[in-house]
C-alpha cells in the first residue's frame, strides 16, 4: 500500500501536526507500508536519517500558480502509483479549501486517486476570514469560501476530526457533506512513559511545587493568561512556582509575557524556558504537580494528553478539544478561556489541595489509557480507514 501523507508545511517543524505525521510515517514503515511525503521543502540528509520509512518527496511550491501545481502534483502521484493521498489541514480551510480552483483535492481526486483529509483544529467557520475583520465582514464574505470547502469535502472520501467537539462543529457548519466527517484521537504516547522518574535540575526542591504549561508560545495558546493568573495568586502560595516551556515563535506574546513578570515581585518565581528539548520536557512534566493549558483555541492538546497519562493534575481552557480531554471536576478543571481571574481560582483550587490533585491526575490518567490514547492506537485506527478506503472504494457513512 502506498499512502501520500501530504502537509502544507515542513515535515519536520515544531507544530503538533508535524509531530504526528512524523510518528505515523515510522509507525506505518513497521507495518510495510510506503510513505511518500508532499511537503513545501525538500528534507535533508539528516532528516532523512532520522526517519526511515518515506520513499519519495514531492516539493509543493506555494508561491506557483495553483492550477499548475495541482496538475504537477496530481501528475507525480499517478507516476508513483500512490494508492490514496492523505491531506492534512492545520485548519479547516487548509490545503487551498476556501478557494475553489486553488485546492489540490479535486483535481488529484478526478484522476482517479482517492483522498482523504484530517482537519487538525476546526476552530471557527470564519477561518477563512482575518480575525481582524468586523463581523458583518465576515458573515457577508462566508459565503463563496463555504461552498469551496463544500467542494474540497465533495471530493474526500472522508475528513477525520481530532475531537469530539470539532466533529459536531463541522457537521453543523458544513451540514451538506456531514456524513463524510468522523472522529479519531491523536497522540505520540507509546504507552511506557512516565513509567520511572527522574531526577532533573533544582528548579523543584520539595519546597519548590510547580506548575507546568509546555507548548509552542503565542497568541492562541494564552499563556499570557495562566502569567497573569498565577502573578495574582503568587504571594498566598510562596512556594509555588511557574514554569513555561516551550518555542516562543509569537513575539507580541513573549512581551506581553516579560512585562508582565517585570512588574511583579515575584518575577523570579516564573521560569521561561524556550526550544525545550523531548528529554527535559519529559522530566519536567514528570515533576510537575499542576499542568495548565490556557489555549484560547485547541484541536486537541497533545501536551495535556501528555501530563493527563503523567498522573499530573491538569487544568484548562473550556474550548476544543480540551473539554474531551478533561471532564470539569472529574479527571481536571476547566475554566473560562482569556479569564485570568477564572483560572487563578482554579489554580488555587489545586495549589491547596493536594489530595485533589492526587485523585485527579489518577482519574486523568485512566481516562486517557481507557481511551487508549497512544500512537500504536491511532495508526491502527488509520491503517484500517486507509485499507476500507481503497479496497472497499465507499465513502464514511455516519
Known amino acids: 500500500m502506498r499512502i501520500a501523507q501530504c502537509l502544507q508545511v515542513p515535515l519536520f517543524d515544531h507544530g503538533g501536526v508535524e509531530v504526528l505525521v512524523r510518528e505515523m510515517i515510522s509507525r506505518l514503515h513497521d507495518v510495510e507500508t510506503e510513505t511518500f511525503l508532499v511537503?513545501?521543502?525538500?528534507?535533508?540528509?539528516?532528516?532523512?536519517?532520522?526517519?526511515?520509512?518515506?520513499?519519495?518527496?514531492f516539493v509543493w511550491n506555494p508561491s506557483a500558480s495553483s492550477m499548475d501545481e495541482n496538475a504537477r502534483l496530481s501528475t507525480w502521484l499517478?507516476?508513483?502509483?500512490?494508492?490514496?493521498?492523505?491531506?492534512?489541514?492545520?485548519?479547516?480551510?487548509?490545503?487551498?479549501?476556501?478557494?475553489?480552483?486553488a485546492c489540490p483535492i479535486p483535481l488529484v481526486a478526478r484522476s482517479g486517486i482517492p483522498c482523504v483529509s484530517?482537519?487538525?483544529?476546526?476552530?471557527?467557520?470564519?477561518?477563512?476570514?482575518?480575525?481582524q475583520r468586523p463581523l458583518w465582514f465576515k458573515i457577508l464574505s462566508l459565503p463563496p469560501f463555504w461552498i469551496s470547502k463544500l467542494h474540497q469535502l465533495a471530493h474526500v472520501r472522508w475528513e477525520a476530526t481530532v475531537?469530539?467537539?470539532?466533529?459536531?462543529?463541522?457537521?453543523?457548519?458544513?451540514?451538506?457533506?456531514?456524513?463524510?466527517?468522523?472522529?479519531?484521537?491523536?497522540?505520540?504516547?507509546?504507552?511506557?512513559?512516565?513509567?520511572?522518574?527522574?531526577?532533573?535540575?533544582?528548579?523543584?526542591?520539595?519546597?519548590?511545587?510547580?506548575?507546568?504549561?509546555?507548548?509552542?508560545v503565542g497568541e492562541r495558546k494564552g499563556q499570557q493568561y495562566l502569567v497573569e493568573a498565577?502573578?495574582?495568586?503568587?504571594?498566598?502560595?510562596?512556594?509555588?512556582?511557574?514554569?513555561?516551556?516551550?518555542?516562543?515563535?509569537?513575539?507580541?506574546?513573549?512581551?506581553?509575557?516579560?512585562?508582565?513578570?517585570?512588574?511583579?515581585p515575584h518575577a523570579g518565581r516564573v521560569h521561561l524556558l524556550s526550544d525545550v528539548p523531548d528529554d527535559l520536557a519529559h522530566d519536567l512534566m514528570s515533576h510537575a504537580e499542576i499542568f495548565a493549558i490556557p489555549s484560547t483555541a485547541e484541536g486537541l492538546g497533545l501536551s495535556l494528553q501528555e501530563a493527563m497519562f503523567a498522573g499530573v493534575a491538569c487544568i484548562g481552557s473550556r474550548v476544543g478539544g480540551i473539554q474531551d480531554l478533561i471532564i470539569d471536576g472529574e479527571t481536571g478543571l476547566l475554566v473560562l478561556p482569556a479569564d485570568p481571574g477564572a483560572l487563578a481560582t482554579g489554580l488555587k483550587q489545586f495549589m491547596s489541595d493536594k489530595r485533589l490533585r492526587e485523585r485527579m491526575?489518577?482519574?486523568?490518567?485512566?481516562?486517557?489509557?481507557?481511551?487508549?490514547?497512544?500512537?500504536?492506537?491511532?495508526?491502527?485506527?488509520?491503517?484500517?480507514?486507509?485499507?476500507?478506503?481503497?479496497?472497499?472504494?465507499?465513502?464514511?457513512?455516519?
Open 39 to 57: 511537503s513545501p521543502t525538500e528534507l535533508s540528509e539528516e532528516q532523512r536519517q532520522a526517519l526511515t520509512g518515506i520513499k519519495g518527496t
Open 78 to 101: 499517478r507516476e508513483h502509483h500512490i494508492d490514496l493521498a492523505h491531506f492534512h489541514l492545520g485548519g479547516t480551510y487548509g490545503w487551498g479549501s476556501r478557494s475553489w480552483n
Open 118 to 131: 484530517t482537519n487538525h483544529g476546526a476552530f471557527s467557520i470564519f477561518d477563512c476570514v482575518g480575525k
Open 163 to 216: 475531537s469530539q467537539h470539532d466533529l459536531h462543529a463541522v457537521k453543523r457548519w458544513f451540514f451538506p457533506m456531514r456524513r463524510k466527517f468522523l472522529q479519531l484521537y491523536h497522540s505520540r504516547l507509546c504507552g511506557d512513559e512516565f513509567s520511572s522518574l527522574t531526577s532533573i535540575s533544582d528548579l523543584r526542591t520539595p519546597n519548590n511545587p510547580y506548575i507546568l504549561c509546555l507548548g509552542t
Open 230 to 264: 498565577f502573578l495574582k495568586i503568587a504571594e498566598t502560595f510562596p512556594d509555588w512556582q511557574l514554569v513555561i516551556a516551550g518555542r516562543q515563535a509569537h513575539e507580541p506574546t513573549m512581551a506581553k509575557i516579560k512585562g508582565l513578570i517585570g512588574e511583579s
Open 361 to 398: 491526575g489518577s482519574a486523568g490518567r485512566a481516562s486517557v489509557t481507557e481511551r487508549e490514547m497512544t500512537v500504536n492506537g491511532m495508526v491502527r485506527r488509520y491503517l484500517n480507514l486507509y485499507h476500507e478506503t481503497i479496497l472497499g472504494g465507499s465513502n464514511h457513512r455516519s
